[in-house]
């Protein structure tokens, strides 16, 4: 499957669908008599309330499930098509035939309006790939089901689930559906396109994204932090008053604060400002020492500076700027010390013009927002010692993690990759 193509249905459309009774009854062996109990036993389990009680259906659809187990393929098409039609119908049989040939699964999978989530789910554990890909098409599927499919890890299900308007796609799913975008990038365009993606997925994804998607993410999630700067506006003088000694509560207002320099940090620096360290540093290449004082002064760990730095698309440079109330000269002073090509033929290098209008595009309090959740969720996130378990490429249990730290993960994962 290319990247641009859209996966195949995974078996023809209902309306075109070959005439599979004619098919099986030519090659199977024809028992009239068989064929006539099947129906009759069909026509119990299809009657309705007032013709028949619970206890009724479920007895004869148990003898039906006994029949069904060894009936032939379109003896149990059959069947199939004709229980796709009812309100209600028996477990038992549902979970017989939505796990039975694709071709048989389907007519119950995609015109059974009845099924149960719990059916469903039956389903996704003891089903095919292909039985998952019909799944992911199917109308209404809820969050739960979704995240099932999603847990499979089948990519083309989880492309399908993408491109199904009627699917309802829980956290879960969306970070699993980021996860695999990582090495499948068509699924980007899909995912950006979900209501339910919400900003720790978008920022993660970031940066595997080209630049359409990236600046849809930088319109779309960079929000402000005005309402948490109004609720927490008194609590800055608490914890100040308290020395700053409660790592939760200050982590958490560093977040929030205005102010995204690092007074303490400029004031250590060998560096007057963090416009001279960009300007230096474009007269005489970005050095180690450099970068981690720019990441220092910028209010960022060196860990989430060398990200923004490497990142090869530049627009993560614009959100560094940006947020930290630099000028589009310190930007193109950035760019050169990275030794970037500023000019083609004459003109401004259609790189760096795309990276401008990222700058211009954003408002400083929403690139704040974005440039904190990656320094908090790229390095506060993560401990020592998760970052030697995935450097030695070690498993973890992802729901222990919370999401920040799952965001970290992948992005970190990313820059061992690249």
């Not at 400002?273 to 970005?286: F, H, I, N, Q, Y």
Request: glycine share 4%.
């Amino acid at each position: 499957m290319t990247a641009s193509a859209a996966p195949e249905p995974i078996l023809p459309e209902s309306d075109d669908a070959p005439d599979l009774d004619g098919i099986d009854e030519a090659a199977e062996l024809v028992f009239p008599a068989r064929q006539t109990l099947l129906k009759r036993l069909s026509d119990v389990v299809c009657l309705p309330e007032t013709r028949v009680n619970a206890f009724e259906r479920a007895v004869t659809a148990d003898l039906l499930v006994e029949m069904l187990r060894e009936a032939q393929k379109g003896e149990r098409l059959k069947v199939s098509r004709r229980l796709s039609r009812l309100n209600e119908v028996p477990h038992s049989l549902v979970r017989l035939l939505i796990t039975d040939e694709p071709e048989i699964a389907r007519c119950l999978i995609e015109d059974c309006d009845s099924l149960a989530d719990t059916d469903l789910l039956y389903c996704v554990r003891n089903g095919t790939p292909l039985h998952h890909r019909l799944l992911a098409q199917r109308k209404a599927i809820g969050p739960v089901i979704c995240e099932a499919i999603a847990d499979t890890g089948d990519l083309e299900a989880v492309e399908y689930l993408l491109k199904n308007r009627q699917s309802t796609l829980s956290q879960a799913a969306i970070e699993a559906a980021v996860a695999m975008s990582q090495n499948a990038l068509h699924l980007v365009p899909l995912i950006i396109k979900r209501l339910e993606l919400r900003p720790s997925s978008a920022y993660v994804m970031f940066w595997w994204s080209d630049s359409d998607v990236r600046r849809t993410i930088l319109s779309r999630f960079a929000v402000n932090r005005e309402v948490m700067q109004d609720a927490a506006a008194d609590v800055f003088a608490m914890a100040a008053k308290e020395g700053w000694n409660d790592a939760l509560s200050r982590k958490a207002l560093q977040f929030i604060e205005r102010r995204q320099r690092n007074r303490e940090a400029i004031k250590k620096s060998p560096y007057e400002s963090l416009e001279t360290a960009l300007k230096e540093a474009a007269t005489r290449g970005m050095t180690r020492h450099t970068a981690e004082e720019i990441s220092y002064m910028s209010g960022l760990k060196p860990s989430t500076g060398a990200k923004i730095l490497r990142d090869r698309g530049g627009e993560g440079l614009a959100v560094l700027c940006k947020a930290t109330g630099l000028k589009k000269a310190d930007l193109r002073n950035l760019w050169k010390a990275l030794r970037r090509p500023a000019e083609k033929d004459g003109d401004t290098h259609p790189d760096l013009a795309r990276v401008l209008l990222a700058y211009d595009m954003l408002a400083v309090d929403r690139a704040q927002t974005v440039l904190r959740y990656w320094n908090w969720s790229l390095s506060s996130a993560l401990t020592h010692v998760m970052i030697r378990a995935i450097a030695r490429g070690e498993s973890f249990d992802m729901d222990e993690l919370s999401v920040p730290q799952r965001t970290a993960m992948l992005a970190f994962a990313q820059d061992l990759k690249g």
